[in-house]
């Protein structure tokens, strides 16, 4: 059995410039546009799954 991983470290907002550049926050960081922007950026790379379309087709 694996032993329980500590907290993970919070990172703030005005540090997330300093994260690794595949992680989504680092990007949020250096993105000039809206938010609604970012998100359509994202899905269209792929880096987000998109819950709302999955949804629609299963039903």
Avoid: C, N, V
């Avoid at 032993?3 to 989504?24: F, M, N, R, V, Y």
């Avoid at 546009?33 to 087709?57: C, H, N, P, V």
């Amino acid at each position: 059995m694996e032993e329980p991983k500590g907290k993970p470290a919070l990172i703030k907002l005005k540090d997330w410039h300093t994260l690794p550049s595949d992680d989504l926050r680092f990007g949020y960081s250096q993105h000039k546009k809206q938010s609604d922007e970012l998100y359509q950026y994202y899905k269209q790379q792929g880096k987000i799954f998109d819950m709302t379309a999955w949804l629609k087709q299963s039903a």
